[in-house]
């Protein structure tokens, strides 16, 4: 019994070195999945945000809002 111990404890720690690296590998590969959603989403986000601004300058709403402050301000002076 005393040779099948070495042995076998050898045995286990290879697999269970086999099994951390495996656990690090799908960790790292989600990990970089992860990343590259989170910069597709902020890449979407600026796309949508600068949409909106041309939208907006589009519809006049930058220069209605201009309006809007001026008769404000002349309106109470």
């Known amino acids: ?18 099994l951390l690296q495996q656990m690090q590998d799908k960790f790292q590969t989600m990990s970089d999945q992860i990343i590259g959603r989170i910069d597709e989403m902020s890449t979407r986000i600026d796309d949508l945000e600068k949409n909106i601004s041309d939208l ?22």
């Not at 019994?1 to 697999?15: A, F, G, N, R």
């Not at 709403?61 to 309106?75: A, C, D, F, P, Y």
């Open 1 to 18: 019994m005393s040779e099948k111990d070495p042995k076998s404890s050898q045995d286990l720690t290879v697999v269970v070195q086999t």
């Open 56 to 77: 907006m300058t589009q519809a006049g709403v930058e220069e209605l809002e201009e309006e809007i402050k001026n008769s404000e301000t002349s309106g109470t002076a």
